[in-house]
Nanobody
Framework: QLQLVESGGGLVQPGGSLRLSCAASGSSLDTYNIGWFRQASGKERERLACINMAGSLTNYAGSVTGRFTISRDNAKNTVYLQMNNLKPEDTGVYSC????????????????????WGSGTLLTVSS
């Protein structure tokens, strides 16, 4: 059974960069489309990015387009989220999630389509 564990969160100054990792165990990640999500305190969870099984298709929320990059290394069973030019409003708990639903059928990692979730890692952007 697939399990996901996020890592790489922490405290970073505005304008800084950080890379989050989503490591999978229990199953091969290359049969899952993967999404990254963020939940800020008091707000609903927001879908940030999605990558298909092969890593050939990606999609981003408007709030992170041009600043965040999702990628994957199926040989390492890991998906990454590179975050640049971080802003205080990027603060929140970042979670990865997986789905076996086809990329477009899942609405490019729409939250209802996600089947397995990690527990999240906290990112705080503050000076």
């Amino acid at each position: 059974q697939l399990q996901l564990v996020e890592s790489g969160g922490g405290l970073v100054q505005p304008g800084g960069s950080l890379r989050l990792s989503c490591a999978a165990s229990g199953s091969s990640l290359d049969t899952y489309n993967i999404g990254w999500f963020r939940q800020a305190s008091g707000k609903e969870r927001e879908r940030l990015a999605c990558i298909n099984m092969a890593g050939s298709l990606t999609n981003y929320a408007g709030s992170v387009t041009g600043r965040f990059t999702i990628s994957r290394d199926n040989a390492k069973n890991t998906v990454y989220l590179q975050m640049n030019n971080l802003k205080p409003e990027d603060t929140g708990v970042y979670s990865c999630a997986a789905t076996t639903r086809p990329y477009y059928a899942s609405a490019q990692c729409g939250e209802p389509a996600m089947e397995v979730w990690g527990s999240g890692t906290l990112l705080t952007v503050s000076s």
